[in-house]
């Protein structure tokens, strides 16, 4: 089985910034793309942004400019480094994994999510 444990998600005012850490652990074999997505009261989840094995990165245009996705991948991590916040980045954030338990087989693995709030 595997885990994905989040942390780093708090309280900040406007245009300061916080950065989310999400470790997968279990019995994996590699992970493919690593991705943040937020869920604000009332609405659907969407992308913020993801990383692929190879480094490469898309980001909602909403953050773009603001926030970094980058991954450590000798420590099964993910990070998301988020600057300039602003009210509407308030929001749950789940960390999501593509990940290889097997040579062949690989699965979609969620976070339990973390609470930012930004204060006006």
């Known amino acids: 089985q595997v885990q994905l444990v989040e942390s780093g998600g708090g309280l900040v005012q406007a245009g300061g910034s916080l950065r989310l850490s999400c470790a997968a652990s279990?019995?994996?074999?590699?992970?493919?793309?690593m991705a943040w997505y937020r869920q604000a009261p009332g609405k659907q989840r969407e992308l913020v942004a993801v990383i692929s094995s190879s480094g490469g990165t898309n980001y909602a245009d909403s953050v773009k400019g603001r926030f970094t996705i980058f991954r450590d991948d000798a420590k099964n991590t993910v990070y998301l480094q988020m600057n300039s916040l602003k009210p509407e980045d308030t929001a749950v954030y789940y960390c999501?994994?593509?990940?290889?338990?097997?040579?062949?087989?690989?699965?979609?693995?969620w976070g339990q999510g973390t609470q930012v709030t930004v204060s006006s």
């Open positions: 999501n994994a593509d990940v290889r338990v097997q040579m062949y087989v690989s699965y979609s693995y």
């Open positions: 279990g019995s994996l074999f590699s992970i493919n793309d």
